[in-house]
């Protein structure tokens, strides 16, 4: 998305300098501009309400998410070409061991009568999806 866009669904623009703007925040009602708005060099844009309105609601009540405040991701030239995975083998096994040891803890738990609370299943799901992770990695 580009400023302008996120700036159309505003009240009482005003341009406030190079890539800098006020305007009323969306999630409150605002008579004069609180919030401010910063689109940098590399595309992003930054909100700000000084009425302590969050991001989210900012975002929401204009019917738009986060994925509007980053430029589009670039094309790939190069469809053929794979993109370079992000990280080395060794970092994906080291991930692997530790989530392991995060399912052997609950399995050790278990076997010994205890129950899993909420934040040990929680853990878990983070553990089975970080492990998941790691085996898309590797495939892709």
């Not at 409150?28 to 309105?53: K, N, Q, W, Y």
């Not at 030239?77 to 530790?98: C, N, Q, W």
């Amino acid at each position: 998305m580009s400023v302008d866009t996120f700036l159309s669904a505003l009240d009482k623009v005003k341009r406030n300098g190079k890539g800098q703007w006020v305007a009323c925040c969306p999630a409150h009602e605002d008579r004069s501009p609180s919030m401010t708005i910063a689109e940098l060099d590399d595309g992003r844009v930054l909100v700000h309400c000084f009425a302590g309105c969050s991001v989210e609601e900012i975002l929401g009540a204009v019917g738009m998410d986060f994925d509007a405040l980053y430029p589009p991701k670039p094309e790939r030239h190069d469809p053929k070409r794979p993109l370079a995975k992000p990280f080395l083998p060794a970092s994906v096994l080291e991930v692997l061991a530790f989530e392991a040891l995060i399912v052997v803890t609950a399995a050790r738990q278990l076997m010994n009568g205890e129950a899993l609370d909420a934040n040990d299943y929680q853990r878990l799901l983070v553990a089975a999806e970080r492990m998941q992770g790691a085996v898309n990695h590797v495939r892709a």
